[in-house]
């Protein structure tokens, strides 16, 4: 053991911070999922597309600034702007026009409807940008690389992913879970996510909740695409495999858990960068390896509720 | 739908399709493969009947291909790669069905996925023994023994698809009409009262499970023999949500609806990849999207006029 940790203790490090980078952006698409999932009962298969469009969106802008001359700081507006840009307008768009006409139907219909967004955006998204990589890194350059102390080494890092991801994944963690609890836009979330019919009977406006959750959630999946779009080449794909991936974290965790997506996210993300770095094969098996060996104990999720049956 | 109006719809099917296969030979690939798909579907309409949505469905078909594509060299006969194609994906649903049929809803589904995604990589990581993403060719196989020519190897793969997708659609509609098949819609409205009349709900829906996997498995191998080359994608979970995609498209209601919208599904496919090569999947998931809105009820819906009933319904 301590020979092998003598021989591979820096790739461990180097695993651990991949890791935490890794989780940071799983979090913040995971998260979303979940807060649409509690209030709508909907399975959206297209977040995985907001995220990809938001990463894209995020990329041209922040190429747009460059090539305008603005400072490498300015990609971190474009980061922003992209993210609200497609949270705010596709978010309310599907919401309104293609959501709102199903919420009556059978869940395998609401979920083949996403499925078909998830289809139509995809091509959208390639219309658009082309299948060429589209690759724009000023942000993370702008920050330059950390040494991380590491035993009697040092790690380079890069300082965006080191500070900026994880330090916005943390940010939404605790701003999200202020907002749902002491707030009252978040309590009436809640209220809605718990009952819906109760919820309505006490006045609550159930259709304006579902809007603003849906919208919220979009952006939060475009505010992850948008922090990845730095860190990695944009190809098309990106969103497909985003959100099989965090469809396994949040059922991992249990629907309907903040915290609880936070610390799953941490540990698929863990998971799945030492599979990088030690056995590459089964990179992409990990996470699913991780919620099925869940799932076998604990059939509610990690931190799932075991819900009552109904007679 | 009444019966005569399905048994006279199966047949005007059956002589389109033939027709179609005849007059067009540049679609008979096509209509092959639409009726393996086909196959496919109707076994993930079993799990449909019982509230179920499997999202990782197509790991028995890509197993039935990928069946096909490894026994092939050695034992290059249709008429035993087929049925061991299938009696492996049984087997094969047998053992994941043990597991997941314990789970319900949303994490029935996930579960799913996740096993199909493993399988996925697994055939994409393993180079070595499954070539990845480049994928296997299948070679020309041998029909009882004997070695046709291109088109009657293609007219026997027709006929053959035709054939399972005639028996297996009958034998689905007897099944879902059985005791056996009426608890599956138990399931689906309230399991509990089913289990307080003493049936066991779980042994219920892994009957229906390891069904369906035999069926995706036999789907995949006809599709295996068909296309000649098997890659990962097969697995890939959008793979799985197409042959939802084809359900509904088609009907849940009936044992012809898988058909009808597997048909229905690579004809759009071919000729909108053909129209435009770029977005053929943007008017595909156009397509489905009209379909939900406007007419829930499938293409066998609108062709038995109740366009307005939603499918897999309490019928």
Known sequence: MGEWFAENGLLLGLAGLDGLAYAALVFMVAVGLNLVFGVLRIVNVAHGSLFAIGAYTAASIGLFFTAQGLPPAAGYAALLLGAALVGGVLGPLIERVVLRRVYGYEDVLQLLVTFALFMILEDMQKLVWGVQPVFQDSPMKALGTVEVPFGDDTIPFTAYQLFVLPGVAVATLIGLAWFLRRTLTGRVIVAVTTDKEAATAMGIDAVRVTLLTFTFGAALAALGGALASPTTSLVPGIGASTIVLSFAVVATAGLGQIEGAALTSLLIGMGRSAAVYFAPELEVVVPYLIMVAVLLVRPQGLFGVVEARRV | ?315
């Open chain 2, 1 to 315: 739908m009444s019966r005569r109006a399905e048994a006279l719809l199966a047949l005007l099917g059956v002589a389109a399709l033939i027709f179609t296969a005849w007059a067009a030979p540049w679609l008979r690939f096509v209509l092959t493969v639409a009726l393996a798909k086909g196959l496919g579907v109707l076994g993930l309409l079993l799990l449909l009947r019982a509230g179920q949505v499997s999202f990782g469905h197509a790991m028995f078909l890509a197993l039935g291909a990928y069946t096909v594509a490894f026994a092939a060299p050695s034992v290059p006969e249709t008429l035993v790669l087929l049925p061991a194609a299938a009696l492996l994906a049984g087997v094969a649903g047998l053992l994941i069905g043990l597991f997941v049929v314990r789970y319900r809803d949303i994490f029935f589904g996930m579960l799913n996925l996740a096993l199909s995604m493993v399988f996925y990589s697994v055939l994409e990581k393993f180079y070595a023994v499954t070539k990845g993403t480049d994928g296997i060719r299948v070679p020309p196989l041998t029909i009882a023994g004997l070695e046709p020519v291109r088109e009657t190897q293609e007219w026997v793969m027709f006929g053959l698809a035709l054939g399972l997708a005639l028996l297996c659609a009958l034998g689905v509609r007897a099944y879902l009409a059985s005791p056996m098949g009426q608890a599956l819609a138990g399931i689906k409205t309230r399991e509990t009262r089913l289990e307080f009349l003493g049936v066991p709900a779980r042994r219920v829906l892994l009957f229906a499970y390891v069904l369906s996997a035999t069926m995706g498995g036999a789907a995949g191998a006809l599709i295996a023999m068909t296309s000649r080359h098997v890659t990962p994608q097969l697995a890939y979970w959008t793979s799985s949500g197409e042959l939802i995609f084809i359900g509904i498209l088609g009907g849940a209601g009936s044992a012809l609806g898988p058909f009808l919208g597997a048909a229905a599904f690579e004809l759009v496919r071919v000729y909108a990849a053909a129209a435009v090569a770029d977005a053929w999947q943007m008017i595909l998931g156009g397509v489905l999207l009209a379909v939900i809105l406007f007419a829930p009820g499938g293409l066998i819906g609108i062709l038995s006029g109740r366009a307005q009933q939603r499918p897999a319904g309490r019928a």
